[in-house]
């Protein structure tokens, strides 16, 4: 398991499960389609907007009735707003105080507050760190990718799941900005020492890419955030023309639904990417024309790709377009869109599901890979990109 100091921890772990899926799903409950492209639920940004969702459908009616009783009771309405949500049984339903809903809008636009660290637990339960984004005070500080992480504030993470990790290098417990110190114990090798950072302000680098040998460019999506389906698009075109193409969705836990159809039309020429309904009324998605069809394609997927990414897995399998490698995906489906509350809480709740081109249903299910692969995944996929043959 792995998680960075960015979206992936549920801040208030007294909310139930439903939050904590939330969170723990990075950007998959909401973001995946809530900034739908049509109507009142998304602007010109991308961004989720909590204009013309209020009247969703009947569990927002629900929810905001029963805020509204609480205000004028004097009461918390995000607390009774959580009550409703949990009494409605809507596994991904979720309230956010207006905080952690602007702090999850900002990171929609590829932003967050953290020191830039990437860790991972061993398998001894040991917490190691396994990148250190360019330019964040971690990487000014010296650590590097390997090195072990042993405490945070004094309190020792060794065993820890790494969301707890992740939620001590932010601050989240304390709210805390950028600007904030927290003091790291680290250990590299024989030597053992002590650092402390102060939080920034740090773009996301959703989107890399590299060259293997034989022609082969892997491009990583971590996220569907702001920008990202172009930074993909440009990806693509930049590809040597002879070369071969992996698109590694692995641990993607979903993002902005109109970047994840953006990043379709990099390999599709047009056509139907998915569809959705909104309180029983049908939606579709399509990719803009012009996209590459020719140079061999295979999608990485695991049980960390979710919701956006699905969506995107879905449509490159059903169209023929990519051989899809790796393990199950973890069926995250459904729709949910915004209303805010009387003290600026915004309530979450699901309206509806999407479909692949052929009808399929994710949500509980997930997407079956082409080809069943672990942590071979990779060179899998190069083995089967070579038998594909050359663009042609």
Known sequence: MSGRDLFCQPRRFGRGAALTLVFAGVLAAGAATGALPDGDHSGASGRRTTQGAARAGTGHDDVEKAAAEAMADGKSPMEAAERAVSRSGDRWGAVYSEGEYEEFQEALDGEYTGVGLWARRERDGRIEVTKVQSGSPAAGAGIRQGD????????????????????????????APAGTTVRLGLERGTRAWSETLRRARLSTDSVTVRRLPGGVTVIRVAAFTKGSGDTVRTAVREAPADGR????????????????????????????????????KQHALHAASGGDTARPLVALVDGGTM?????????LKDRGRAVVIGSRTFGKGSVQMPSKLPDGSVAELTVGHYRTPSGRAVDGR????????????????????TGLGDPS
């Open 148 to 175: 072990r992480l042993r405490s945070i504030d004094g309190r020792q993470v060794d065993g820890l799941p790494v969301t707890d990790v992740v939620s001590l290098l932010r601050g989240d417990a304390q709210d």
């Open 245 to 280: 193409l992996i698109l590694d969705l692995r641990g993607n836990s979903g993002g902005l639904v109109t970047e994840a159809t953006t990043a379709a039309s990099a390999f599709l020429d047009g056509g139907l990417v998915a569809t959705y309904d909104v309180d029983g």
């Open 307 to 315: 919701s956006a990414a699905e969506m995107l897995t879905g449509a």
């Open 366 to 385: 997930g997407i079956t890979p082409d080809l069943e692969a672990g942590q071979n995944a990779l060179q899998r996929a190069e083995t089967v990109l």
